[in-house]
């Protein structure tokens, strides 16, 4: 069965970093487009970043363009997402996912606080 676990979230100062990793397993990793999420509490669920089956194409939401890189390693089953000059606006919840067939499958996130 498809599972996505994050990690690498945590509480970090404004203008920091962080770097959040998604491990996938129960499918074929290399073959689908990851994208990661964000809930923050009382918004919607966001979408900030996509990343082609092979690593060749990427799309960033314009709130973290320039601040956020995905990337993926496909011998790891990995996807990861590359955080910079953090604000407090981005404290939230993390989520990767991946649509197979019809059916997203989410991981259960992982918490990122923005604060001083």
């Known amino acids: 069965q498809v599972q996505l676990v994050e990690s690498g979230g945590g509480l970090v100062q404004p203008g920091g970093s962080l770097r959040l990793s998604c491990a996938a397993s129960g499918f074929t990793f290399s073959n689908y487009v990851m994208s990661w999420y964000r809930q923050a509490s009382g918004k919607e669920r966001e979408l900030l970043a996509t990343i082609s089956s092979l690593g060749l194409s990427t799309n960033y939401a314009d709130s973290v363009k320039g601040r956020f890189t995905i990337s993926r390693d496909n011998n790891k089953n990995t996807v990861y997402l590359q955080m910079n000059n953090l604000k407090p606006e981005d404290t939230a919840v993390y989520y990767c996912?991946?649509?197979?067939?019809?059916?997203?499958?989410w991981g259960q996130g992982t918490q990122v606080t923005v604060s001083s």
């Open positions: 996912k991946v649509l197979k067939g019809r059916v997203d499958y």
